[in-house]
């Protein structure tokens, strides 16, 4: 079994750029695609960022994700941050014996 | 318009026996996974098991098996999950969610229902 570990928390200004990161606990992250969520204070999960750095339509172009293949970590990267970004954001991965594996989550607060 | 729409919230007590539900509509529900999710109060996303309503193939997370059930009724549109002896530690948020039908990530989520279990 593998694990994804994200940092807890993270802060930035608004009007800023903030990078959220994934780190995959054994194997390649470049083996299987990383997905990224959006959590809201009392909302469900949505999809930011799938199969590494596709966005769903509706979701902005400040949101990118990627993934670095000489290190084991998936990036999300918030650009030009607004207090709506307020969220927690999960990374999501899977191998041929864990078919869904999330990231403990980060909160990510824009003051 | 795609929308799964999830039963209410429940409260329960230790040893009760609870099923909930996940109504998907605006889209051909036989032919896309319904996953579950639970997130237990301030924690993070943690997954259940899954279930392709179409021929019911159900697999289930290692942390669940035995745990839960997971079931669809395709003439209703339908996917359940249900407990038959429920624990305070199953109190918690559930999700359903739509599995994307060629990749592995959820792309339309429910609502949640909440489940309180105290005695």
């Known amino acids: 079994n593998f694990m994804l570990t994200q940092p807890h928390s993270v802060s930035e200004s608004p009007g800023k750029t903030v990078t959220i990161s994934c780190t995959r606990s054994s194997g390649s992250i470049a083996s299987n695609y990383v997905q990224w969520y959006q959590q809201r204070p009392g909302s469900s999960p949505t999809t930011v960022i799938y199969e590494n750095n596709q966005r769903p339509s509706g979701v902005p172009d400040r949101f990118s994700g990627s993934i670095d293949s000489s290190s084991t970590s998936a990036s999300l990267t918030i650009s030009g941050l607004k207090t709506e970004d307020e969220a927690a954001y999960y990374c999501q991965s899977y191998d041929f014996n864990n078919p869904w594996v999330f990231g403990g989550g980060t909160k990510l607060t824009v003051l | 318009e795609v929308q799964l729409v999830q039963s209410g919230a429940e409260v329960k007590k230790p040893g009760e026996s609870l099923k909930i539900s996940c109504k998907g509509s605006?889209?051909?529900?036989?032919?896309?996974?319904i996953g579950w999710v639970r997130q237990m109060p301030g924690k993070g996303l943690e997954w259940m098991g899954i279930i392709y309503p179409g021929d019911s193939d159900t697999r289930y997370s290692p942390s669940f098996q035995g745990q839960v059930t997971i079931s669809a009724d395709k003439s209703i549109s339908t996917a359940h999950l249900q407990w038959s002896s429920l624990k305070a530690s199953d109190t918690a948020m559930y999700y359903c969610a739509r599995r994307f039908s060629t990749g592995r990530y959820f792309d339309y989520w429910g609502q949640g229902t909440l489940v309180t279990v105290s005695s």
């Open positions: 605006g889209y051909s529900f036989t032919t896309y996974w």
